[in-house]
């Protein structure tokens, strides 16, 4: 009898509870650095999109992959995590 059955029968919901107790990621967000924060916020408040952050980013830091984000992890920390969490600091900046 495997995890997600109850009596030698299958159960979806049990199954599905699983499957996002699995996908829910532990990890560190990366924008949850402070150095890193502080140079993409300045960024975005000089009026840089977040693909041009993430670019300049990798010229500037290019063996330091700490300070290196992807546009995607910007515009995730700006619409969707925590409900825009660096949305607070640069909502003007924004174009």
Do not use: C
Request: proline residues 4%; aromatic residues 6%.
């Amino acid at each position: 009898m495997t995890s997600n059955q109850v009596a030698g029968r299958y159960v979806p919901s049990l199954a599905q509870e699983q499957t996002w107790a699995r996908a829910r990621r532990p990890r560190a967000r990366k924008l949850d650095g402070l150095a890193l924060r502080e140079q993409v916020t300045v960024m975005l408040t000089d009026r840089f999109s977040p693909e041009q952050v993430a670019g300049r980013l990798k010229v500037e830091h290019p063996e330091n992959l700490e300070m290196q984000v992807s546009h995607e992890t910007i515009y995730q920390a700006l619409y969707v995590q925590g409900r825009g969490s660096l949305r607070l600091e640069v909502a003007t900046a924004l174009r």
